[in-house]
């Protein structure tokens, strides 16, 4: 004789973020007035109540109590079967302590979240940006990414298109953005692109990005070499305008100091 206990149902199907109850039925077989502790042990013992948590029973009578299971919507708490049991434990007699078993099957939950870094950037030629997927669900999901620019003026490169990820578990690829032709003067261009995260469960996530070119040469470049080139050649002619002073001028012979002309002989 000492104490019986059943669970009912034995067997739970929940989503996460919900809460389902489960029925304790205690019979006190024993002959003495008995006080019982009850307590959820297992993985669901964290997200699981008990009330009263203590009963007491004559003999030959029977109570019950409600077993709350209530897991939250987190990726810590993984999708599946998770064992668990109700341990009941009598002050008087602990001998007669009884451990019924259940089990409650966690459903599964999808949520995926990405980040794209930096969401811009300038530069001449190529830049590098990484994305961030982050699995918040509950349960593996797998994932693939695309790259898509808005004009055919810019490739896009990623390092790795396809993974599983864990719950909890973030990945990263790296993304490489390159313009098909260089700019070597204006204003800088601007080409926006979109990347694609798309995972087998869910809604699709996408990021934006933009990529803005800077032309090779700066902006002032041509009006700066002709103004260096001006700048050259007056440096130049001042240098030889001083230059032409230290030298004194080049004598030419003059009209009258040429010598006199030979007179052409008579004629016979």
């Known amino acids: 004789m000492g104490t019986t206990a059943t669970l009912e149902p034995s067997r739970s199907e929940i989503e996460v973020g919900t809460e389902t109850t489960v029925i304790l039925s205690l019979r006190n077989d024993s002959d003495i007035v008995e006080e019982y502790s009850i307590q959820v042990v297992g993985d669901p013992s964290d ?15 029977s109570t019950s109590a409600v077993v709350t299971l209530k ?20 002050a008087k007699r602990p001998e007669n302590a009884t451990v019924p078993e259940g089990l409650v099957e966690l459903l599964p939950f999808y949520e995926t979240v990405a980040e794209l870094s930096p969401q811009t950037a300038k530069g001449k030629g190529a830049e590098q940006y990484s994305v961030s997927v982050t699995n918040r669900g509950n349960t593996p999901v797998a994932v693939a990414l695309a790259g898509k620019s808005a004009s055919d003026d810019l490739e896009l490169t990623l390092g790795e298109s396809r993974h599983t990820i864990e719950p909890g578990a973030t990945w990263t690829s790296a993304l490489r953005a390159e313009p098909t032709e260089r700019l070597w003067r204006g204003t800088p261009t601007a080409y926006p692109f979109t990347v694609m995260v798309s995972p087998e469960e869910g809604p699709d996530v996408p990021l934006a990005g933009t990529q803005y070119q800077e032309s090779i040469l700066p902006a002032w470049g041509l009006k700066g070499l002709l103004g260096l080139l001006v700048l050259a050649a007056a440096v130049a002619l001042g240098v030889w305008t001083a230059t032409a002073e230290d030298f004194p001028p080049w004598d030419l012979p003059s009209e009258t100091n040429a010598p006199p002309e030979e007179s052409a002989a008579p004629e016979e």
């Open 47 to 61: 997200w699981a109540r008990v009330d009263p948590p203590e009963v007491t029973v004559y003999p030959g009578q």
């Open 71 to 90: 897991p939250p919507r987190s990726s810590a708490v993984p999708a599946g079967e998770h064992p668990y049991a109700v341990h009941v434990q009598p």
